[in-house]
């Protein structure tokens, strides 16, 4: 049976790969993965993260720290890149600004028999739009879509 960190350590490997299309397998069915503003179902995490490498294609995860608990576990992570693609948000689309940027990001997540269950990841969109030099004000609204790339 796979635990916790096995698990987060295939999603990430799976991303960094951007081999993303089997990651539902880690997932138990009635499982979901959320971030501030989005909650999908294993099935539509695919095209969700898809959104994050086509806006930055050279996304790269750095682990900074880890607890696990026999139900889960909660991780720190950087995550560094280039934003050369458009990033769509809950608060409207950013065109690619081609900076370099770094946020960071905690993961928590509960696994039960072997299968994720839940993926709950917290960060700060603010820290995130202020390191490319984003004004949440300035987002277009128009233009919006859903974080699968669908129109709102």
Known sequence: MRGADRLVEQQYAMLLRRDVARLPELYAPDAFYSMPGVTVRPIELPALLRTWTGAFPDLYVDRTGAVQ???????????????????????GTVSPTMRTVSWDVADVVRVRRGLITAWRSYFDWGQLMAALGVHLDGLSREAQHDPLGLPV
């Open 69 to 91: 608990t026999a139900g889960g576990a909660a991780v720190e992570v950087r995550l560094t890149g280039t934003h050369t693609g458009v990033l769509h948000t809950p608060f």
